[in-house]
C-alpha cells in the first residue's frame, strides 16, 4: 500500500471529475495546477478547478498558483517540471504526479519526468479505477487497480460542479435548490409513487408540500412543473441529499439571453447527472387527437387522407429534431463522467432511440411509469 503524498501536480482539463475523485481520495495537503496556453480547454478550466477546490472546506488543500507549461515540447514539458519541482523544494518521496489529464505529450512527459526523478504516478480510468505506479532502481512497478469510493463525494454542491467544468460566465441561474423538509423526509415511497401515478393521469399534483425551496427567482408556473418536482423528490427520497431545478445557461458570458434550460441536476456517486423530463402530447399524437374528432362530428377523412398523411410526417420530423436537441444538451452538460436522464410519457420514437443510445455517455431514457425502479437501478450502479 502507497502512502497518500503530500503534494500532487496535476494537469488541468476540461473534464473535472478526475481531479476532483483523486483529491477526494488521497486529501493532499497542497495541489499544483498546471495548464497549457490553450485557454479553453486548459487555461481556464485551470483557473476554475483552482477556485473550486480553494472554497471546498471539506477538501482542506492549499492550492499553489497556478503554472503554465508548454504543452507540444516533449523536453521543455519536462525541463518546465524541473525548474517548477526545484524552486518549490519538494521532497520526492511525498509528491506525486497525476497524469490524467492534459494531451497524450504532456501525459508521456509527465510519466517519464515523474519516473526519472524517482516522484510517484498514478492515472485515473473512466471506471474510477485508479491506477498507481512508483519507481526505483531503474525500475516501474504497478499497484494493483483501486475502485474508488466515490460517495464521500455525495454532499459536494452540483452547481458548484457544473461551473467549475462550464464556466460561471454561462450559467444565468442556478434555479431551485430542492432539499425534502421534515414532512418530506418521512413520506412513504408508495406515497410518493401514488402521486406520481396521478401525474401520469395529468392530474394536477403538487409536490412542494414536501420540499424546501430555496431560490431568488420567482418564476410562473409552467405545465409539466409537476412531473419535475415529482421525479425530484423521488430522488430526494432515494438519498440524493439535494436537487436543483430549472437551472439557465447563457450562449456566452456578455448575453442576457437565455440559451437553454436544464430541468433537474444533482450530483450523486462521483458523477454529475442532468434530467431532462417531458410530459407533452407530441404533435403525431395531436393530430390523431385531431382526426378522432373530426370523425366524432361527421367529416369524412378520406377526403383529406393525403394532407394528413404530409402534415403527420412533418411533425414528426419536428418532434424528433426537438428530441434530439433535448438528448444533446443533457448528454454534453453531463460531460465524459456525467450521466444524463430522460423522463418521458411515451417511448420515443426509434430515430430519437438511436441518437440517445449512441451519446457518449448514454442518455437512459425513463417511462414516467416505472421511474422509482429504474432510478433505484442507476443511483446504484456502481461505476
Known amino acids: ?28 495537503k497542497r495541489l499544483i495546477l498546471l495548464h497549457s496556453r490553450e485557454r479553453d480547454e486548459s487555461e481556464e478550466p485551470a483557473r476554475r478547478l483552482r477556485e473550486f477546490v480553494t472554497k471546498t472546506r471539506d477538501l482542506d488543500i492549499v492550492v499553489d498558483p497556478l503554472e503554465t507549461i508548454p504543452d507540444d515540447n516533449f523536453t521543455a514539458i519536462q525541463q518546465k517540471l524541473d525548474t517548477i519541482f526545484a524552486q518549490k523544494q519538494l521532497p520526492v518521496e511525498t509528491s506525486a504526479v497525476n497524469f490524467t489529464g492534459g494531451n497524450k505529450l504532456m501525459a508521456m512527459a509527465a510519466f517519464e519526468w515523474a519516473r526519472g526523478r524517482g516522484l510517484r504516478a498514478f492515472y485515473l480510468e473512466r471506471n474510477n479505477k485508479l491506477i498507481q505506479f512508483k519507481f526505483g532502481h531503474s525500475q516501474i512497478e504497478c499497484e494493483p487497480p483501486i475502485k474508488l469510493n466515490v460517495s464521500g463525494t455525495n454532499d459536494l ?65 409552467r405545465e409539466g412543473d409537476g412531473l419535475e418536482y415529482g421525479v425530484a423528490v ?29 430541468d433537474l441536476v444533482f450530483n450523486w456517486s462521483g458523477r454529475l447527472w442532468v434530467v431532462d423530463c417531458k410530459d407533452k402530447v407530441g404533435g403525431s399524437q395531436k393530430l390523431e387527437n385531431l382526426k378522432t374528432s373530426l370523425v366524432a362530428n361527421g367529416v369524412n377523412l378520406t377526403t383529406v387522407q393525403q394532407h394528413f398523411d404530409t402534415l403527420a410526417e412533418e411533425l414528426s420530423e419536428k418532434d424528433i429534431k426537438v428530441l434530439r436537441e433535448d438528448l444533446f444538451q443533457v448528454s454534453e452538460v ?50
Open 1 to 28: 500500500m502507497i502512502d497518500p503524498p503530500a503534494t500532487i501536480f496535476a494537469f488541468a482539463s476540461k473534464q473535472v471529475w478526475p481531479h476532483v475523485l483523486t483529491l477526494m481520495h488521497f486529501r493532499p
Open 234 to 262: 423521488l430522488l430526494l427520497r432515494l438519498g440524493v441529499p439535494q436537487v436543483y431545478r430549472s437551472v439557465e445557461f447563457k450562449p456566452n458570458v456578455y448575453s442576457q439571453l437565455t440559451e437553454g434550460e436544464l
Open 157 to 221: 454542491d452540483a452547481i458548484e460542479l457544473l461551473t467549475c467544468q462550464l464556466g460561471h460566465g454561462v450559467l444565468r441561474s442556478p434555479g431551485e435548490r430542492l432539499r425534502l423538509n421534515e414532512k418530506g423526509e418521512k413520506i412513504p415511497l408508495a406515497q410518493v409513487n401514488a402521486e406520481l401515478r396521478k401525474v401520469v393521469r395529468h392530474d394536477r399534483v403538487d409536490f412542494r408540500k414536501w420540499l424546501d425551496i430555496d431560490t431568488n427567482k420567482a418564476r410562473e408556473e
Open 334 to 383: 453531463g460531460g465524459l463522467l456525467g450521466s444524463a436522464i430522460a423522463v418521458r410519457s411515451v417511448p420515443l420514437p426509434q430515430q430519437a432511440k438511436e441518437f440517445a443510445d449512441s451519446r457518449r455517455p448514454k442518455v437512459e431514457v425513463i417511462l414516467k411509469d416505472e421511474l422509482e425502479k429504474r432510478l433505484r437501478q442507476l443511483l446504484s450502479k456502481s461505476y
